[in-house]
């Protein structure tokens, strides 16, 4: 009844059901850095002259090589392949790799083998006898520490007898593939291969734990032979094995002695996610993020804390703000509750901690969160990628984790402007200088005002960039006010321009700035047609192509900059409807007191 099947799926091969399809080097080369493909085979079939191709491919800037056998686009039946006579030469001459250990192997069938076929007989290839090489089997691969001084790697590369005699005709073929270094995971996906430890990361983890000690030194090569012994069958063996191996790696990661004068680590706790992402939006910018920082009061263990001696078995935690109370302004004697705390900094000398706080919003939040289920832990991220927990709260995430200790201060810049000047150093403040001396301008920063992520249009020429101030939003529903054109969008105060060098760097100084203090009318309806800027508030990425919105994109530039009619605008005036259309077509000036403003009163925006 087996032989009945294998004919019958021979005669479909033979039928050309399963037609093999080699892959090309420009479609390797999509998903790779191209210069690492050093040689790519045509397809070799039991048709191919000598069953074979002959191999040489250039290694001498890759630290390690990998030979790859696919299955040739079709199946893997019969794809048993060899290295022969696989060599490095360089100027130490020849190495060949039956004398050396691979460092990572992946196998179709069986086990990859030293002077043997895959199948565990001698070479042989169309009659021919071979004493030198590697058996391997498609879809399989070969990862080999490329020796120094190596200049090529050469080797025939050929289609095993002992595959090829399945069948009449076998349904064997195969490429074969050199890759400088190791392939990404993309690269091995689209030939049918698993994903391939990076062998230098394993090597500087193997010398990491050589520092620990010879008891961890030991352990790590236990560990490692008993995973290469402990069948993958066996689950409670190999979970034990894997928490042996997290403690290890515990040890391991904490015995850097980057980490010994870290003894205390200062985080906050509060909720991290809204309960629907698509529905309520992850909103991480300060002030929405307060206003839904209790969750109609009932989210616990929002504080300011430090876990001290984190690397040890049994840290602790505390919560600073336990019994403290509020030495001075207007909450004077009052204590900070279950509010909203954000963006935590300790000062150079380690004796202060400066953070954001608000009480939130009891109505601000629809909906209930399970916090417990959306918990961000403090762990230790290594260069190998391990994250290890050190801390996980109850109840709530913990966020922002930092030392608190001192640090160096950074280099101090002179003060240029001469304004700002630090006490001397007796305590006393420095003379005043008189206005007069002071200089006008001061440049604080240079930056290429063309780099930009979308291409301005062609010859586009800047000269002045304008220069907003994001005025704070104090309600917590979007559109609410809808205060200009753009759904969602902020407002913001116009606070004047700086002038584009010819070298392509705006000029950026300190010095006066006129503000703008227009209040608009009800004319704003029909000049909306006309105005182009962002709009869409679905889940998009939100961006602004240059020269397709504001005052560029819009139809009302452009008739005014060309003539319309007997329109004659002054350059002041023409600026203010540039500004406007820039500014996202503002019909209030910010979010607060909105009536007043509709009214035509001049209402201050708030700045805090």
Known sequence: MTKIAW?????????????ARPVTFEELA????????????PLVTAQTPGQGVDVEADVRDAPYVTLIVTDGGDSYACDHSDWLDARFVGSFGEKRLSQTEWVYEQCGWNSSAKNKSVAGRPFGVQ?????????????????????????KFRAHAALDDSGVKQGNPAPSSVQFIVYAGVPPLDFLRQLRLEAVPDPAARAR???????????????????DQAAKETPTTDTEARLALFRQALDLRRTVAFANPLLKPISRILFITREAFPPDEYQWGVHMCDQFFGFHATVHGTTQGNGLYVLENPWSDHPTVRNLLTDSVIEAGARKGQTLGNGGYLAP?????GRQILFCYTDGDANAQYGTIDSAKRRYAIALLDVFGNKIPLYTHPQISCLSPMPLHGRPKPPVLAHATLVGQPRLQNGEKPTPIPPEQLPKFAKVG????????????????IKALRIWQVLPKTTPLADHPHIGYGSQKGAKLVLGTVPVEKDKAPDLRRGDVAKNKETWTTSFASLR??????????????????????AKGSKLFTMLATGHGKVALTDAEML??????????????????TLAQAQGQAVPPPLQ
């Not at 590697?134 to 120094?148: A, E, F, K, N, W």
């Open 7 to 19: 004919v019958g799926v021979l005669a479909g091969i033979a039928a050309g059901a399963w037609a």
């Open 30 to 41: 999509t998903r790779c850095d191209a210069r690492a493909i050093r040689f790519v085979s």
């Open 127 to 151: 009659g021919k006898a071979y004493a030198d090489g590697i058996g391997t089997h498609s879809p399989g691969l070969l990862v080999y520490r490329v020796p120094d001084g190596a200049e």
């Open 205 to 223: 983890f193997e010398a990491l734990v050589a520092t620990c000690g010879a008891d961890a030194a030991k352990e790590f090569f236990v560990l």
């Open 345 to 349: 900094d300790v000062s150079f000398d």
């Open 446 to 461: 240079v930056v290429n005002v063309y780099n930009t992520r979308l291409p301005f249009p062609e010859d586009t020429t």
């Open 529 to 550: 047609p006309f105005v182009k800027f962002y709009d869409s508030a679905s889940w998009t990425e939100p961006y602004t192509v240059p020269g397709r919105f504001g």
């Open 576 to 593: 203010r409807l540039t500004i406007w259309m820039d500014s996202n077509g503002l019909f209030f000036g910010h979010d607060r007191d």
